[in-house]
Every structure is written in C-alpha cells, then in structure tokens.
C-alpha cells in the first residue's frame, strides 16, 4: 500500500507507479512508466469511449493541449516527442544497504525524488517495516525532496545506506499507523466502508493468479478433459434467477491470519513531564494471539517493554525490554504467531498485484458489502475522534489552505511539456485531495459535527466552515431563488455551478481563477463545498463584487481588467460580449451572465464565482410570454415548464450546434461561388439552371423578414439572381426549421463524426469534427479554421489551418458539395487579413453566408451566445434590439437543433450499435455527449417509441425506462430522507426499499418500541435536524402511493406517462429485472446493503429488513483535471493507426501511457483506455503475452475506479478472456466469459445487442473444448438476440448461422448444420453477391457438410443392410482446432488478419503515400476511396466490426 501518511503537499509530485511496480521485485523492464514497450505494434481502433468515460469534460480535449500560449497542434507535435525525450532520461540502477539486510539493486530515474525511494522501502517485503530512516550517499544524509538528478555524486552503481534515525511523536505515529496497514494490507473492510480510496477487485479470483503463466497451447486430450466447463445454472442462456451473492466472491486470501489481537494506544497517554525528559513519546497496549497481554513505550531510540498493567502506571523497561528501532522487530521477538503469520502476510502482499493495492484518486463507493467483523482499530478510533482535518499533523502548518494549494498549481509555469507534466500532476494532486476533503467535510456538516458559522439561523439557512472549506446546504435561503423556482432552483444552481467551473477550468486562462467546488448529495441533502477566497469573510458581499451583479441583474457593475480576461474565454465557450442596463439605466459592459461575479481577494488574484449560468438558456424548458418556438420544438410539445428557470443547454450541444451551422456556412459559401462560376460562364443563365443547386442548401425563403432579404437581393443582383438570392438569404429568423430531408446530410455529418471516436467504432474518418476545425493559436483561443481572434481577425489561422496533424480531417459532408474547396479558401483569406485583397463578390458571399447562420461577424463564420436572454431582470439597452432579435433567435434554434437532430443522432447511433448503452451511467453519458441534457429522457423514449425499427431498440428503451424509474424514486427519496431522524434511519430506507421493489402489498414500517419512547422526551431537541418536522411522517409511507408518486414524477419532471401501479407491473410491462432496479436506485442514491439473495417477490415476508441496509455514502460531484499532454498524444496515436501507420500509433499511446501516468499516478479511467488500446494492439501485432499483461491491467483498473459491475468493466473482460485464450489458459477464458455474462445479466439482463457477442465468444470457447451440448445453447442463443436487433438479414446473423452450423458438424447432425448454413448463405449471397469471398467460402463449406451428410447417410444405410458385419467406412468426426477457434474469435470481436503478399505491402505503401499527399493538397479522405486502387481497410491487420 503507498504510504498515504506523507501527504506531502500539492506542489510535491505524487509517488509514480514505478516505485511501486519495482517493490515487486520484478525485472525494470516491465515498468510502465519508463520508455516505451519493446516492439511498438498497431491496429485500427478507436478507443476514446473510455477516455472519455470520465464524465465532464468531454470537449475540452483540443482546447486543454493548448494550455501553453503557443503550443499548436501540429507543429507542435515533433517538439512534443523531443521534449518528451528529455523526461524519459535514462534510468540507473542504485545500492541499497538497509541494516540486518543484504545490499540489493534498485532503477530509479532522474526525475524521481529521494521521498519516492523511501516510498518503495516501505514497500519492499523485507524493509516494509521501517518509515523513520534517512539515506545516505557516502555519510552525507538525502534530502526528500531533492530530484535524484540534482544530487551529487549519485550516478550508477553508487550504494545508498538506509540510517535509523531517532523518533519523534509524529514519527512514532506514522510509524504506528504504516504498521497497522501492513497488517491491514489484506483486509478489504476499507474497500467495502469506501475509506481511504480503497476499492473492490475480483479479478484475481477468477485468474487464479495464472495470468502469463503458460504461454503454450494446452496438450490435447489429457489436459482439455479437466476444464470443467460447466457454469453455474443462473448464468445459462434462459435462466430467469439473478443471484446477487456472486457479485462479491469470496477471495480466499482475505482472511487474513491474525498477527495481533488488539493495537491500540494506552490510556496512560500522554507520557507526564518527568518521563517526556527520558524520551518517552507514547505508550501503546497489545494483545497477542498467544493472548499475553503487553504495553510499549514508543521512545526516541526505538520501542520497549514497559512494566505498566491496564491499571498500574509503571513506566520503566521490562527485563529484557527488548528494545528495537521497529515495532515489527520487536513483536517477532515476543510472539512466534506474530513472526510466522506477519511474514506469511508480507509475502502474500507482495505478489497481488500492485493495481489491487495502489489508491485510487477519488473514492469509489460499494453498493452491496458482506457482514464485516467490526474490530478494534486504535488508527480508526483516533482518525474518528481527533479532528484529523485531512492528516493535519503531518502537514506543515496544520490544516491546508485549499484555495492557495488550488491557485498556487495552476499559476505554475508550463511553456514546455516538463512544466506542462508538473503543473497538471500538481493541479491533478490537490484536486483529488479537495475532493476528499470536502466530501468528508460535508457528511461532518450533515451528520451535526461542524459548528455553523451562524447557529442562531434556521437550520436550512446555515452555512459552515470547516478545514479551510465553505459549505452551504441546498437550500432556497432569503429567497435568492424565488423568482426562478425556489428550492428546485437551489438544487439545481450547484451542478450548473459546478459545469461552469469546469468549463472555465478547461479554457484555462491565465490569470482568472474559479473556486475549488464540489458537489455532494447525502442523506437527501445537497452540500455545496468551495474554497474560500482570502478576506471574502470580513467584508461585505457588496462592497467585493466589482464585476457582475449579486441581485440578478438590478444593478450591474463591470471591470476592465475582468472584461479582458473573459475575453480571452468568449470563443472557447461561445459567449458574446454584451451591454445591459443596471438601475440607473445606464449601459454597462459585460462578458459573461450577469450571475457571474467578479471580486478580487486578498491576494490580489481575480476570481470568478457563480458560474451557473455559463451556458445559453435551453428554451424548451423556459416558456417566455409572447415568444414563439421553431416549429420543431412546438411539435414536440415545447416550450414545457420545468421545476425551475436554470435549464441551460449543455456544452456538447453549444460544440454541436456551432459545428453544425458552420457546415451550413461552408455549404452556402460554395453554393452562391458555384452560382457566380454559373453566372460567369453564361451571363443568360435562367432561373431553371439555378434552381437546381438550391436543393442543396436546407434553406427556407426568408418570409418574416422581407425587407431584410429585399435589400440584400438588390446588392446581390450583380452576383445572383433575384430569386435565388431569396433563398440563400435565410435572414436569421427562420434558418433551423429546415425541412427534415434536406436536413438529413448535415444532421448526420456534425454529430455522427463525433460520435464515430466516442463510441468505439473504428472508422478511418473517425478523427471528432471538432478537432478539425479547432487548431490551437496563441492565448488559449481556439479558433476555428475559418476565423481566428475577435471581429478583427488575426493571420494566424492559416498557419494553424493546414490539416498536417492527424487529427485534422472534415466530416464526410463536407465532400459532397462542388465548391467546397474555394469557399475554404476564401473564408480563410478573409480571415487571415482584413479583406481587402479580396473582390467585392466574394466578400458578399461570406456576407450572405455569415448572415444566414447567424454568425456575430460579417467577414468570418463566429457564433456566440449572450447567455442573459431572458434572464428575469435582465435590461439590455435601445440600441442593442436587433442584435437581441438575432441572439434569441440563435436561442430558439439550437433549442430546436437539439429535438430535430440530436436526439434522432442519438436514436440513429442506438440502431446501427455505435452507442451501446448498458446501464442507467452508460446511457446518461450517450445522452450528455451529444448535448442532451437527462430532463430530455420522456421525448427521447418517445421518439423511440414511434420509430419503425422500435424492435431493435427495446434494450435502449428499457434502459430508458427505468433509468427514469429509478430517477424519480431518487427525486422521492431524496425529500423522505430528510424527514428522518438518524436514530431510525436504516429503517426508513429498508422500509422505501420494501415499497420501490417489494411485491408485499402492505409494507409497514418498523419502529422500534424504544425509540417511540425516546422520542417524546426528546421533542425540544428535536429541531437540531435539518429539516425538523414530523419524524415519523415516514413510515406511513406505502408501496402504491410510492409508484402513485414516481408515475406523477415522471409525468411532471419527463412528460412520460408510465403505465403501473407497482414494481410487478413494471417488471411485467417493460422487461424490467428488479435486481436492475435495486442496483440503479442503491448506486444513485448511495444506499449500501448487505449482499444475500433478496426475495423480492414473496408476498407474505418483507425483502429488506433494517439489518439489511449497512451505510449511506455521499454521491460527488467534482472536476476531472485532464492530462492534455498525455490526452493529446492519445489521440495522435489513435489516428494514426487508424491511418494504418500502426508502429508509430503504438509508439504514440505508449508516450500517452507515460504521460498519463506522470499526471495521474498509477490509476486512472484514462489510463485504463491506454492499457486496453494497447493490449489490443500488442495483440494485433502478435505478442499475446503482452497483450495479456495489459488487459490485466485495464481490467484490474477498470474495476478500482469504475466498480466492479461497471459496462466497461464488463468490456474489459471479454477482451481479457479472448487474449487468455490466444495464450492457451482455456478454463480462465471461460471463467472470464462467465463472469461477464454474470455482471451483464445483473446489469441489463439477458436482452441486450451486446449479449450476443458474449454469448458467441463462450459459444466459440465451449466448442473448442468440444463441450458441443453447452456450446450450442450459447450460439443459438447470440443467434437469436443478433437476428432481433440487426435484422434478419444481417451479416452478423450469417456470421451466426455458420458459428451454430460448426457446432452441429461436430456433433455430426449434418442436416441441421446444412439447415444453418444454407440460411448464412443466403444472406451473404444477398448482401454482398456472389463474387465475395465470404459467399464463396459459404458455398464451399455448404458443399463439404452436403458429402458429410451423404456419407453418413451411406454408412447407416450400409448398417441398417448387413447388420453388425457391414464394412463402415471411417467417418471423419472433427474437434476443431484451436486455431480455427481462435480465427472466429477473432473475427466477431472485430480483428480480422489479412495476410500480404510483398506486392500489396508496396502497393499500400504507395497508396498510403498518395493518400497523405492528396490530403496535403487539401482533398478530402473520402473522395479518395472512391477511386483508390486498393481500400485501406482490407489490405492490414485491421479492427473492423462485421456488419
């Protein structure tokens, strides 16, 4: 376990997994965050799901790599890998010398600092037990501090000697405490009570530690028939029970032996003056196994023997004492049990695997545990009591100032990348830090342990103080929020609070500052945590704020100094510069929502708070007297009132949105220079001829707007003609409504391109739109490629423009248009100088297109949302009306873009399997990437519901379903939770429990008969909840007026009519699982219960009992700082491979790899996609040991930072077991498989796309294990839910067909393996013709079953004629060859090896050659295909998904 006592401060870089991957022992080659793996490898697919897994910030990616001014993508790129070069200096090897061992080798690198060797000391098997030494180099003492590199004399080979140093009191504690959590080490209690980010994995249970053991094929025969193969009943296809004990298997090695019986502090403590005067620290009292009863002194030379009992103080050294520098060395001296189980124990530690045992940056909470022995812990009894505020003793300076810490990271230099590492492993540390911090803070301030810093208000109304952090309840206090929804409103201002932050955070300009801010949510209540800016408490609010205004836009003051720098924001987030009026009518100048204050601290640094309004309003939600929708959203049912008025739109939609009308603005540009072309060539050209490009544009002739578009058409006259002019001028207000069809191409292109990266689909055009068109310029502006800078635009955007790096590349629209090309150029010289090179028809032509999407500047295509439209309050001044008619148009159309073509995307993606939803987490993260926001849930499951193909997306819809079932019970809970007192807690969630799930028709409420009698004495008391009010209300609860509730929820919040009146209606109505709901309700609402079968169903006994339910965890929210460096190279990796440049896409992601791990330390979601690209790509390239020991990883990790039962955890174990069945570990691949079927079935049940490629992989390894029987029921059952959600007709289904057909030819019934077969055929013969090679293979195989089948048939014949003497030929009955099996493992799991011949290698070299040089030249990738000699894809060992 790393140490987490040195919680050295931010500044200091975290220890990196190295250290600990050495303390293992092993070779230093296998350490991941030093150079690169031997034999870079490669393969096509795209793996930014799980990066962008992490939640928040999904689009920040390119804006974050620009964080340095200058750094740009492109460029940039060869410095980046100079520079990383410098990081990965050379390793050496150093001497240890610790006392009573022999010297031992140990790599270190330059970077590292002498604290990290102390780290790995503490690690090591055989020095674990020291923490109070210094090292020496030739007797001068290390700083800990120091980096190796500065260190003189310290070079290869030098010896390092470990020196005792004398104890202090805090030395003699961490030593205590390091003690303690060796022999805690094993023990998973911390785990499952989610402290100290420890978390839960299974893994190796299933492994049985035989990872990369054998690298050969198991010997036939012999070794196969003692796989036992056979899974448990409830995981075969068909079962209907859903178990939950498997979820947590018993892991043998966590009943740990017992070293110790008791260890706990004396109560002779503190030692008295005249014993601190003999070097007495502490006394300690232990029992051991062999139950003697001892106490110890801790004194500066080391601990002894005292003569002290439980009741008589004498202090002096027992006869022998035993005195010894580690507390380890004295127990084994005393107690056989205690030296013989304590060794055992460090063994065992040492060889699980340093991912089960590294902290997780943030914790991850358990929602089911088993019954945990509670036992004595001095540790945790004095962790609890003393207000240990996040380790204060050993910090220096006691408690930690969290704003500095989070102000001081991000002042950090980071002109070139070593800074850049620094500045984010920093800015990454005390994030993670804070987190915790404040998440411990504020279930203090819930629980009624923090004083609040003004007692005598009511208890809604208070606000707290504790460890240097500010905290403030959910509330609607003094009515702040009155107009905009009240307490929904106050609920609702902490997450969007909480978007801004992080938005601001990701722009990352220099020189303003956000606050620290986390958002938790415990016991019903929500607790917003934010560090506090210096000197904000002495004075008044009004006299600080001088930027924005604090009573929603009645008076409004602005600043120059903060207009400037978010300025410098105003692209990156689409915020337009705007005046308001404040109350003396007079214009003031604003750069954000007025909501947004600015106040400078004490520390002169700029802050900006209340960012809840950062993003536009989503006026769906916000109906506005007199203002009428786009007709897409009134067909919806829009505008719809919500709880409260802070509905915005999301960040993603804003990027699609913008993306969207910028392919609108191309597509016109071309269109009217295709027209002057048109009109060159023939001055007569008639009206007929130029109708015929019109189609193209989705315009609609500007009818409300006449006189707008009359002049436009009179100045245009020498360009177009009249008519034509009309339609291209869609003036503002009317261009979204666009007819669907025409809308179809550029609906398809925005979202589609971006969700191509996201969801795991490789695509060689799968580079996100935005990192087209967003290049990296100077000062964190992240222009787009046609414009750069304010109005007056600057010339750097060319330079930046041209698409070098790979991660440029236009969406496929984009091609289809004829002039496209010129347009670019066009709009990019307008851009890159102030036009006036450029011949008035052309500048009219990005007039007009300008114009029609709504763009704020005339010369170049910029779009901006003034986020103050309709704001109560909010007064903008006489002369800003048109510009205010633009912007609440721009309003009303993203508010249409998102029903017309976001949520059809969405729909879109779902059908064709690149989103792939599983839970209620994964299908919250489809919607959010697309901008969707949750509240948008009822008009998504509606347009489901009206969809032809409705068929093939009933998993999506049942996901949907109850992720909305289980948000309004959330929603419901939430208000009864607050009722409750703390006494009756368990028993008011069990009893909520019993009504959300059981099929008990009276569920009533346990009360205990003592608290009944309690409670009347205590009703003076009783105010001190928040919340007060009638304490027993809960109980009175029922099951139907529960489902009554959640059915007006969702009515109300989702305009979703649920049809049910109880959980059995439900689960009979829309497939639900109730295992499924148990789980969504316990994770979102942070309930932990004790994991044994509940019987839901019995209508005679309640399911959960008050004993059942075992904690209530906080549900946090917080920033995701990113690696932009790390995340950048990433991307470079994954493009290049999806070029097909696979040695340099490997060499990329293993520099991401590093860099990851120098800013995140050894666990992260990020690196876990890292790992898993990499297996893959090892694998590709054929080192399958490699690939093995990477998907270990990324499994281990996944399960430690995402949960056990996470969708992606599900993932990373398939991929596991198929490359533990390329390694020959057949039996493990199995139990893989199963325990992801298992995972999944309890996830989303049997009933999901997905299923169907687990069931084929366990279908595959059955049969090559020759267990035909079992593999059958598998592969027909993949056969079935394939031919449900592809269609009959598809090729996964023919792929299918012949998977069932193997089977049957091995069992020799040769008829049903024609029947099979015949059908596959057809469907290749339809789909792709009969010249294809799949078909032809198909035919082939038909012809060989039919001689099979006729053989057979002559055999028996012969049998049935001459009896037992008939002369049988041998029938050839054939167990397929692994190989075989591993080539259709391969092929449904997406990898398909295509073997070259030197010829096709040089032809695609050139053709690679000729791509790259035709994009230089600026064509496009897809116009290339068309006419390439030779389709990427078919020629190298590609990722490809078969449909």
């Not at 690169?36 to 697919?45: F, L, R, S, V």
């Not at 049990?337 to 909470?365: C, D, G, S």
Request: proline share 5%; hydrophobic share 35%; charged share 25%.
């Amino acid at each position: 376990m790393v140490s987490k006592t040195d919680d050295i401060q931010a500044s200091v870089p975290n220890c990196n997994v190295n250290t600990v991957d050495l303390a293992e022992g092993e070779t230093p080659d296998h350490q991941e965050t030093k150079a690169p793996n031997k034999d870079p490898c490669a393969c096509g697919h795209s793996a930014s799901t799980a990066v962008m897994n992490g939640g928040g910030a999904h689009y920040y990616s390119e804006e974050e790599s620009k964080q340095d001014g200058g750094g740009d993508t492109d460029g940039g790129e060869d410095s980046n890998e100079q520079e990383v070069i410098v990081i990965q200096d050379t390793g050496f090897t150093v001497k240890i010398q610790a006392p009573g061992t022999e010297p031992f080798d140990l790599q270190v690198s330059p970077q590292e600092m002498v604290q990290e060797i102390h780290q790995v000391l503490m690690d090591r098997e055989d020095t674990c037990h020291r923490t109070c030494f210094s090292l020496q180099l030739d007797g001068n003492v290390l700083d800990n501090f120091a980096e190796l590199k500065s260190i003189e004399g310290l070079q290869e080979g030098s010896l390092l000697k470990v020196v005792e140093e004398p104890y202090t009191v805090r030395e003699a504690r961490i030593h205590v405490r390091h003690i303690r959590d060796l022999l805690k080490s094993l023990d998973p209690s911390d785990a499952y009570n989610g402290v100290d980010c420890n978390s839960l994995s299974f893994l190796s249970v299933f492994t049985d530690g035989d990872l990369g053991d054998s690298g050969k094929w198991k010997k036939k025969g012999s070794d196969l028939e003692q796989i036992d193969c056979t899974p448990p009943e409830h995981i075969l296809p068909g079962s209907k029970e859903r178990p939950l004990v498997p979820l947590q298997p018993q892991n043998k090695e966590w009943k740990p032996m017992q070293c110790l019986k008791v260890l706990t502090m004396s109560g002779w403590n503190p030692p008295p003056g005249n014993r601190k005067m003999h070097g007495d620290l502490m006394y300690l009292y232990m029992v051991t196994v062999e139950e003697r009863h001892i106490s110890i002194t801790a004194s500066t030379r080391g601990f002894y023997l005292n003569q002290s009992t439980t009741y008589t103080f004498n202090p002096k050294p027992a006869n022998p004492s035993f005195l010894s520098h580690s507390l380890v060395e004295l127990l084994s001296q005393i107690s056989p049990a205690f030296k013989k189980n304590f060794t055992v124990l460090q063994k065992t530690r040492v060889q699980r695997h340093p991912f089960e045992r590294i902290a997780t940056p943030f914790q991850v909470y358990s929602w089911t545990a088993p019954q945990v022995d509670h036992t004595m812990d001095c540790v945790r009894a004095e962790d609890a009591y003393t207000s240990r505020l996040g380790y204060e003793e050993h910090i220096p300076g006691q408690t930690r100032d969290w704003n500095e810490e989070l102000q001081t990271t991000r002042e950090l230099a980071r002109k070139n990348l070593p800074e850049r590492l620094l500045r984010e492993r920093a800015i990454f540390k005390v994030h993670s830090d804070f987190a915790a911090a404040a998440t411990r803070g504020s279930m203090a301030v819930i629980d009624g342990n923090v004083m609040a810093i003004n007692p005598g208000e009511e208890t809604r109304m208070q606000m707290f103080i504790w460890n240097n952090i500010f905290f403030s309840l959910g509330f609607d206090v003094r009515d702040h929020y009155r107009e905009l929804g009240g307490d929904a409103a106050a609920h609702a201002a902490p997450t969007n609070d909480l978007n801004g932050v992080r938005a601001y955070g990701a722009v990352d300009v220099e020189g303003l500052y956000t606050l620290g801010t986390v958002v938790v949510d415990y016991r019903g209540y929500r607790v917003t945590a934010q560090s506090i800016i210096p000197g904000i408490l002495e004075r008044e609010q009004e006299q600080s704020v001088i930027y924005g205004s604090i009573d929603f836009g009645k008076t409004v003051v602005s600043h120059g100094k903060y207009l400037e720098l978010l300025e410098r924001t105003s692209r990156p987030l689409k915020v337009q510069r705007h005046n308001v009026l404040n109350e003396k009518d007079e214009s003031v100048e604003l750069c954000s929502s007025v909501e947004c204050k600015g106040i400078i601290g004490n520390d002169g640094r700029h802050y900006i708070l209340d960012l809840l309004r950062t993003f536009p309003p989503d006026l769906n939600f916000l109906p506005v007297e007199g203002e009428e929708l786009s007709p897409e959203s009134v067909r919806q049912g829009f505008p719809r009132q919500h709880r409260h008025r802070l509905a915005c739109l999301r960040q993603e939609l804003i990027e699609a949105f913008v993306e969207h009308r910028y392919l609108l603005f191309m597509k016109m540009a071309a269109l009217q220079l295709m027209q002057q072309k048109a009109n060159k060539e023939s001055k007569m050209a008639t009206l007929t001829e130029n109708s015929s490009p019109e189609a193209a544009v989705p315009a609609l002739p500007s009818t409300e707007n006449p006189d707008a578009s009359a002049k436009s058409s009179e100045t245009s006259t020498e360009t177009l003609t009249d008519g034509k002019s009309d339609a291209v001028q869609i003036e503002t207000t009317s261009d979204a409504p666009q007819p669907a069809a025409t809308e179809a191409t550029t609906t398809e292109a925005a979202p589609k391109a971006e969700q191509k990266t996201e969801m795991d689909s490789p695509s060689v055009a799968a580079t996100t739109i935005n990192a087209s068109q967003e290049t990296p310029t100077e000062d964190n502006v992240i222009p787009t490629v046609t414009t750069n800078g304010p109005s007056v635009p600057v010339a750097t955007a060319i330079q930046n423009g041209e698409c070098e790096s790979p991660l440029e590349g236009k969406a496929e629209a984009e091609d289809s248009i004829p002039g496209l090309a010129q347009a670019k150029e066009l709009a990019e010289s307008l851009a890159a100088e102030d036009g006036s090179g450029i011949d008035p028809k052309s500048r009219e032509v990005v007039l007009n297109a300008c114009k029609a999407v709504g763009s704020i500047s005339n010369t170049s295509f910029d779009i901006r949302f003034n986020p103050d439209i309709f704001s109560p309050g909010v007064r903008f001044p006489e002369d800003s009306v048109d510009d205010i008619q633009k912007q609440k148009q721009l309003l009303k159309d993203a508010a249409a873009f998102l029903v017309s073509c976001q949520i059809p995307s969405l729909v879109k993606d779902c059908l064709d399997h690149s989103a792939l939803p599983m839970d209620g987490a994964t299908l919250t993260e489809a919607l959010h990437q697309r901008g969707i926001n949750v509240r948008y849930l009822g008009n998504v499951l509606e347009f489901v519901d009206k969809t032809p193909a409705k068929a093939q997306l009933e998993h999506f819809y049942r996901i949907g379903i109850s992720e909305m079932i289980t948000r309004c019970a959330k929603h419901i809970f939430k208000t009864y939770l607050q009722g409750v007192e703390l006494s009756a807690l368990s028993a008011a969630v069990s009893h909520f429990l019993n009504c959300f799930l059981s099929s008990f028709p009276d569920a009533v409420a346990h009360l205990p008969a003592d608290e009944l009698v309690s409670r009347r004495k205590n009703r003076k008391r009783r105010n001190r909840v928040p919340g007060g009010g009638d304490n027993t209300a809960w109980a009175s609860l029922t099951p139907s007026e529960l489902w009554k509730n959640i059915v007006s929820e969702a009515q109300s919040y989702y305009n979703f009519t649920l049809h049910c009146e109880n959980a059995d209606q439900v689960v009979e109505k829309y497939g639900l699982q109730k295992i499924t709901l148990l789980r969504e309700i316990t994770i979102k609402a942070g309930i932990q219960i004790l994991i044994k079968e509940y019987n839901f169903d019995s209508r005679h006994k309640l399911a959960f009992t008050e004993e059942d339910i075992l904690n209530i965890f906080p549900v946090v929210k917080h920033v995701n700082p990113k690696a932009s460096d790390a995340f950048h190279f990433f991307q470079s990796g994954q493009a290049k491979v999806q070029q097909g440049y696979l040695k340099e896409g490997c060499e990329l992601i293993n520099e991401a790899l590093n860099l990851f791990n120098n800013v995140y330390g050894a666990m992260h979601v990020e690196i876990c996609a890292c790992l898993r690209l990499l297996a893959r790509l090892n694998y590709i390239m054929g080192d399958h040991h490699e690939a093995l020991s990477n998907q270990q990883k990324a499994v281990l990790m996944s399960e430690r930072v995402l949960g056990v039962e996470h969708p992606n955890t599900i993932q990373e174990y398939m991929h596991l077991a198929l490359y533990c069945f390329a390694n020959g570990q057949l039996s493990t691949a199995l139990k893989l498989l199963y325990r992801a079927r298992y995972l999944m079935l309890m996830v989303c049940g049997e009933d999901h796309p997905e299923m169907a490629l687990l069931d084929s992989n366990i279908g595959l390894v059955l049969h090559g294990v020759m267990e035909y029987d079992l593999s059958l029921r598998f592969l027909e059952n993949a056969l079935a839910i394939n031919s449900k959600y592809h269609g009959p007709r598809s090729l996964k289904v023919a792929l299918s067909h012949h998977l069932v057909a193997r089977v049957y030819e091995s069992k020799a019934e040769f008829r049903s393996a024609l029947q099979h077969e015949k059908e596959g055929y057809t469907i290749y013969k339809n789909q792709v013709g009969e010249a294809h090679e799949k078909t032809k293979e198909s035919s082939e195989y038909l012809k060989y079953l039919t001689q099979q089948a006729v053989a057979l048939q002559r055999t028996m014949n012969e049998i049935y004629k001459n009896g037992s003497n008939a002369s049988i030929m041998p029938l050839k009955f054939t167990a397929p060859s692994m190989a075989s099996v591993l080539e259709q493992l391969n092929i449904i799991n997406g990898i398909i090896f295509i073997p070259l011949s030197q010829k096709d290698l040089e032809n695609l070299k050139a053709e690679v050659q000729r791509r790259q040089q035709l994009q230089e030249s600026g064509k496009s990738m897809e116009e290339l295909t068309v006419d390439g000699p030779l389709e990427l894809e078919d020629k190298i060992p590609m990722d490809v998904n078969v449909d």
